[in-house]
C-alpha cells in the first residue's frame, strides 16, 4: 500500500512522520510506502483520516490518496480533490475519467492520441497492447499501464536528514500559555513520532518563539537521560514557560529536538525500581516553580577538600579531609563509638570566648548557648593556597552545659557553629 500527497506545505516532513521511505516525486508532491499501517490505525479510511488530519494540523494544503501501487495512488491524489482511497484490483475503473495529460505524455505521444480521439485513461486503457506497441513503441504500453493503474515499480527513497524541527506561523498574537501549550503540544507529536519511526529519542528541547515585538524569546531544557514522553515534555516546557513567560504575544512558535540513541538499561531482578529519569525531572521542575530555580539542585563532585564547597548552583557537601579520616579510624576500630554529624545550611554564626587559648563559653543562633565542658581540636586544615580563594580553618568539637554536642570551627570570617552531633 502506497501513499501519495499533492499540494503545498511540508509534505515531506508530513510524510515523515509516517514512514521511513519518501519519495520526492515532484516539487508539489511526495508518496510514501503506507504498508503496515493499518496496524496502527485500522482500516485504509481511519488511516486516510489520521494522515489528513495531521495535513491540516500541520498547515499542509494537499490532496491525499491511498493505493496498492505509487503511480495509481500519484494519480488519484493528482487528479481528484481531497482523500482518494484507490480500490485494489479496480484501479483502472476508478481512475478512468481522468484526463491523459496527467500521465505526462511527450508533446508528439499527446497529439497522437488527441488525434485519435483518445483524452481520458479510459480510454486509452481500453486499447489492445499489441496494437499500441507497434504504433506507439515502449512508450506508449508504459501510459496504458499507467492508465489502467497496473504500473509497478519501487520508490525512490529520500534520506531524511537528522534534523528534527516544526515551526507554526500564527495568524493572530498569543498572549496566554494555555493556547500555547495547546499549539506546543501539536508540534511535539509530530516531532516524537518522527523519532520513535527512526528509533531515536531526545536529550534536548528547544524553543524559539517570534514575538509581536520582533524579539525572540528562546528556552533550552536539557534531559537527564535521553526520553521520548510528548506529555512529559510538554509539561516541562510549560513549567518552564510559566517561570520565564515570553513578555510579548507570540506570533511565531519553532521547536527542535536534538537526536540521539535511546537509553538502553537493564534493571536488576532483585533490586527495587528507581523513578523514571524523565518523571524525576518533571517532579524538580514543579518544585523549582514553587521554591525558586536557585533553591533545587543535585550533589556534585568538586575537585577539592573544601567544606561545603559549590559549584555554579548546585552544593555539594563534602567533609574535610580530616573528618573523613577520624572517621574512618573509628569505623577500623569498632570499640570505639562515633556520631553522625547533622550539619547547619548555612553555618551559624557564633561568639566564642577563650580562656588561656581554649573555647569556654559559645553562644549562636538557634538557642545555642552555654559554658564548654569538654573539647577536643584544634584541627587545622587549610587547601586550595595556591590559587586567589585560599582557605584555612581550626576545627573543635565541644560539649556544652546543656547536654549537646557541636562541631565549631574558627574561620578569617570569625567563629561558627557547623553542626550538631546526634
Known amino acids: 500500500m502506497f501513499a501519495c500527497l499533492h499540494g503545498s506545505g511540508p509534505l515531506t516532513a508530513l510524510a515523515f512522520e509516517f514512514s521511513p521511505t519518501v519519495e520526492r516525486t ?72 481522468l484526463p491523459l495529460a496527467l500521465l505526462g505524455p511527450t508533446p508528439e505521444l499527446q497529439e497522437t492520441l488527441e488525434r485519435w480521439g483518445i483524452r481520458r485513461f479510459q480510454e486509452l486503457a481500453a486499447l489492445p497492447p499489441l496494437g499500441i506497441a507497434e504504433r506507439l513503441g515502449p512508450e506508449g504500453l508504459r501510459l496504458r499501464e499507467l492508465a489502467r493503474g497496473e504500473a509497478e515499480r519501487k520508490l525512490a527513497p529520500l534520506a531524511e536528514p537528522l534534523r528534527f524541527a516544526d515551526e507554526i506561523e500564527l495568524e493572530y498574537p498569543v498572549d496566554l500559555l494555555e493556547p500555547l501549550a495547546f499549539l506546543l503540544a501539536r508540534l511535539l507529536n509530530g516531532l516524537t513520532t518522527r523519532l520513535a519511526t527512526r528509533a531515536l ?63 538502553a538499561a537493564q534493571n536488576g531482578l532483585f533490586l527495587p525500581l528507581s523513578p523514571e529519569p524523565v518523571k524525576l525531572e518533571l517532579t524538580l521542575a514543579r518544585i523549582r516553580s514553587i521554591v525558586g530555580e536557585d533553591r533545587v539542585g543535585s550533589p556534585e563532585l568538586v575537585d577539592t577538600h573544601r567544606p561545603d564547597a559549590q559549584k555554579g548552583d548546585r552544593r555539594i557537601f563534602p567533609a574535610s579531609a580530616t573528618t573523613i579520616e577520624r572517621h574512618r579510624s573509628c569505623r577500623e576500630n569498632a570499640s570505639v563509638p562515633f556520631l553522625a554529624l547533622r550539619m547547619f545550611r548555612p553555618p551559624r554564626a557564633a561568639r566564642l570566648t577563650l580562656a588561656s587559648g581554649q573555647p569556654s563559653f559559645l553562644a549562636a543562633a538557634g538557642g545555642i548557648r552555654g559554658k564548654v565542658l569538654e573539647f577536643a581540636g584544634p584541627w587545622r586544615t587549610s587547601g586550595d593556597w595556591w590559587t586567589t580563594d585560599p582557605w584555612a580553618r581550626d576545627e573543635w568539637d565541644i560539649a556544652l552545659s546543656d547536654g549537646a554536642l557541636y562541631r565549631i570551627y574558627c574561620s578569617p570570617r570569625g567563629w561558627f557553629v557547623e553542626g550538631s552531633y546526634d
Request: proline share 9%; aromatic share 4%.
Open 201 to 263: 529519542a531526545t536529550d534536548e528541547l528547544r524553543l524559539r518563539l517570534k514575538l509581536e515585538s520582533r524579539a525572540t524569546h528562546e528556552r533550552t531544557l536539557r534531559l537527564p537521560v535521553p526520553a521520548l514522553d510528548p506529555k512529559a515534555f510538554l509539561k516541562l516546557l510549560q513549567l518552564d514557560l510559566d517561570a520565564h513567560p515570553p513578555p510579548a504575544p507570540v506570533v511565531h512558535v519553532w521547536l527542535g529536538m536534538n537526536p540521539v540513541k535511546p537509553r
Open 26 to 97: 515532484a516539487p508539489d508532491t511526495v508518496t510514501f510506502h503506507a504498508a503496515g499501517l493499518d496496524r496502527l490505525f485500522g482500516a485504509l479510511q481511519d488511516l486516510a483520516a489520521a494522515i489528513a488530519r495531521r495535513a491540516a494540523e500541520t498547515g499542509c494544503k494537499a490532496n491525499l490518496a491511498l493505493a496498492a501501487n505509487p503511480d495509481a495512488a500519484i494519480c488519484a491524489a493528482r487528479g481528484f480533490s481531497g482523500v482518494s482511497i484507490v480500490p485494489e484490483g479496480d484501479e483502472a475503473k476508478y481512475l478512468g475519467r
